[in-house]
């Protein structure tokens, strides 16, 4: 993985603030970016992607929830949202089946739940997202953006979302 290039710790204090964090990040990331999500279960890795989906246009009518089972759940927007949710993953057989290495490679936006759950040189994501449960309602976000690719998400950070969050 390559180094980090900018690195945010960001607190929320309630599902509304996650899905305010997450959603403008959904309004500046590029195409074919791979964002990577980890955290204890529970923590807010949906919610995240809920409010990612609203950042990419995702429409109202299609209800954003976790790929627990189906592993992969496709909305459309203004870019391609594809939700995986890698906790039961059985092997990186799995993937080759569900056709992972394509979508992450593809022009659509991949958000990844249990990330983690990879061998460390399979992924190389953009953003690296860790969530920490402080509480019921407060997270901790630790967000790594890796590349080049993303430089207008991390100017609209440093100039948008630091402040809001100090």
Do not use: C
Request: aromatic share 8%; hydrophobic share 40%.
């Amino acid at each position: 993985m390559a180094d980090a290039k900018k690195n945010y710790t960001i607190e929320t204090r309630s599902p509304e603030e996650t899905h305010s964090l997450a959603e403008m990040i959904g309004k500046w990331i590029d195409a074919g970016s791979i964002i990577s999500l980890s955290g204890e279960l529970g923590s807010g890795k949906t919610a995240f992607v809920q409010g990612l989906a609203k950042g990419l246009n995702v429409p109202e009518a299609h209800a954003v929830t976790s790929p627990t089972f189906t592993l992969i759940n496709e909305y459309p927007g203004r870019h391609p949202l594809y939700h995986m949710d890698l906790y039961r993953l059985s092997g990186l057989d799995d993937l080759e089946d569900l056709g992972f290495f394509d979508i992450i490679t593809g022009n659509g936006v991949s958000a990844i739940e249990w990330a983690d759950k990879l061998p460390e040189h399979l992924l190389q994501e953009d953003l690296q997202v860790v969530i920490r449960i402080i509480d019921d309602t407060h997270r901790i976000f630790s967000i790594n953006i890796y590349g080049q690719k993303n430089s207008l998400l991390i100017n609209h950070f440093d100039l948008k979302i630091n402040p809001i969050y100090e």
